[in-house]
């Protein structure tokens, strides 16, 4: 099996939770964004990237951008995490605005269901807006999936392990 290393940046650690199971399935190490040297990067075969949304933003995303040359001939995968299940037609439209169609090409993209609660008061000002549009957009249609959509937004855990299992096979 591939030298494989799984880096990641956290903030409430749904992102730090994935990368961690990550690691164990693939008997791999994990690495804060923060404390990974790029200088050990050509002993790795494989990269695991691991990031979360925020405000519509993945965060650290930047770090694959700026260092696609040196990732560009390795096996790269990205996972996202946010408070979206999945399978929201947005996340797919903010990864593609936001990854380059040349690096898209070249990587597996995951995203998964983190966890809100306890945030900041950064974040809860941050959620305010979305949370407002949200219940004014559920209002309006009347319609059972936009009430859905504002419930994800309040305090709730979908982390699981049983998410990893894509991103463990496509790095086998």
């Known amino acids: 099996m591939p030298k494989t290393i799984v880096i990641y940046r956290t903030k409430y650690g749904s992102t730090r939770q994935y990368a961690q199971w990550i690691a164990e399935e693939l008997s791999c190490d994990a690495v804060p964004l923060a404390d990974f040297d790029m200088g050990r990067l050509s002993t790795y075969d494989s990269v695991i990237f691991g990031?979360?949304?925020?405000?519509?933003?993945?965060?650290?995303?930047?770090?694959?951008?700026?260092n696609w040359k040196a990732l560009g001939s390795k096996k790269v995968i990205l996972f996202s995490v946010s408070g979206s299940p999945p399978d929201n037609p947005e996340?797919?439209?903010?990864?593609?605005?936001?990854?380059?169609?040349?690096?898209?090409?070249?990587?597996?993209?995951?995203?998964?269901r983190g966890r809100i609660k306890n945030l900041d008061i950064?974040?809860?000002?941050?959620?305010?807006?979305?949370?407002?549009?949200?219940?004014?957009?559920?209002?309006r249609s009347g319609k059972k999936e936009d009430y859905a959509t504002l419930r994800t937004m309040s305090n709730f855990d979908g982390v699981d392990r049983a998410s990893i299992a894509q991103i463990i096979a496509e790095a086998k």
């Open 51 to 66: 990031t979360y949304y925020r405000v519509g933003k993945m965060v650290d995303i930047r770090f694959l951008i700026d």
């Open 91 to 112: 996340i797919k439209e903010k990864y593609e605005a936001q990854v380059p169609a040349e690096i898209r090409a070249r990587l597996s993209y995951f995203p998964l």
């Open 122 to 139: 950064i974040d809860t000002v941050l959620m305010v807006f979305p949370k407002a549009k949200a219940f004014f957009d559920a209002l």
